[in-house]
């Protein structure tokens, strides 16, 4: 168990369930931080860019038309979703989370009846085949592409957020919604196009994530679950906090699950709530 090869295959194990995380958390944390709404339906836009990225992917066998077809298709139903839904509790905290908890039932149910109750994957023709080998090691090239996916979306992220006009207008938003109003940006909108992007995100994870954890009914609590810790411990509202606490979870579950599975998921809280004792704004967040 404390073999070399062992505990280099759950690291790499850890850090591909890690990006995974952080393509769903990014999105999370991004809508927290402009809109101040904790987005209990970003699981089911996972599931649902799944399902989505799964079918095309096996009609196609084209990886890229699926995610493609699923970040359009969830992108439409996050901007209906926003436009014609939330816009009418901005604001109402409670009314908010209540919303986003009874689109995520919709969509579930909705999956359920169109797609089925089994699990799917994405075909072996729409993946990346075979296996890198360093001596004793070996380990599937497709779990090093979605690490290689999360670290150019981080990245990616990062610049727009701190290098484009886009990012200021967004960080001025998270600290001062009235001002940038006043200076006439329609900080409407904005919430809008950041609601839109984090529900691509979360499509992007959930088809690409297809290759690694199987899209079945249930799926959307399960990731939502883990994205909710990976945010409350890297920081609501912090991109970064996102990426550090997506690789500490993803690192914390591949070895407790190996060697303590029955208390994995005790392993998993434990961190949350250690930071939220000694720091409750999360590693990277700011106090209100």
């Known amino acids: 168990?404390?073999?070399?090869?062992?505990?280099?295959?759950?690291?790499?194990?850890?850090?591909?369930?890690?990006?995974?995380?952080?393509?769903?958390?990014?999105?999370?944390?991004?809508?927290?931080?402009?809109?101040?709404?904790?987005?209990?339906?970003?699981?089911?836009?996972?599931?649902?860019?799944g399902y989505i990225g799964v079918v095309i992917a096996t009609l196609t066998g084209n990886l890229l038309l699926a995610v493609l077809a699923a970040v359009v298709a969830v992108g439409i139903t996050a901007l209906v979703v926003e436009v014609g839904l939330l816009r009418f509790v901005r604001g109402q905290e409670l009314p908010e989370v209540l919303l986003t908890v009874g689109v995520s039932f919709v969509i579930a149910d909705l999956c359920l009846a169109i797609f089925g109750g089994d699990p799917r994957t994405l075909p072996v023709s729409a993946t990346i085949t075979g296996s890198l080998t360093i001596g004793p090691l070996t380990y599937p090239w497709y779990r090093i592409f979605v690490m290689a996916v999360a670290i150019v979306i981080g990245i990616a992220l990062a610049l727009v957020q701190n290098r484009t006009r886009v990012g200021a207008i967004v960080r001025a938003g998270v600290d001062d919604r009235e001002i940038i109003?006043?200076?006439?940006?329609?900080?409407?909108?904005?919430?809008?196009?950041?609601?839109?992007?984090?529900?691509?995100?979360?499509a992007i994870g959930g088809t690409i994530g297809a290759g690694i954890i199987s899209v079945r009914p249930g799926i959307q609590d399960e990731v939502l679950l883990y994205a909710l810790v990976v945010v409350i411990i890297g920081g609501l509202g912090s991109v970064p906090g996102a990426a550090v606490g997506s690789v500490l979870i993803g690192l914390i579950d591949a070895f407790a699950k190996a060697w303590i599975p029955d208390l994995a998921y005790f392993t998993i809280f434990a961190p949350m709530a250690l930071v939220l004792v000694l720091r409750p704004t999360g590693l990277f967040g700011k106090a209100a």
């Open 181 to 202: 109003s006043a200076m006439g940006v329609n900080i409407r909108w904005v919430f809008t196009g950041m609601f839109v992007v984090g529900a691509a995100l979360a």
């Open 1 to 49: 168990m404390f073999e070399p090869v062992f505990l280099a295959q759950q690291a790499l194990n850890g850090l591909s369930f890690g990006a995974l995380l952080f393509l769903l958390a990014s999105g999370l944390t991004l809508v927290f931080g402009l809109m101040r709404i904790v987005n209990l339906a970003h699981g089911a836009f996972y599931m649902l860019g």
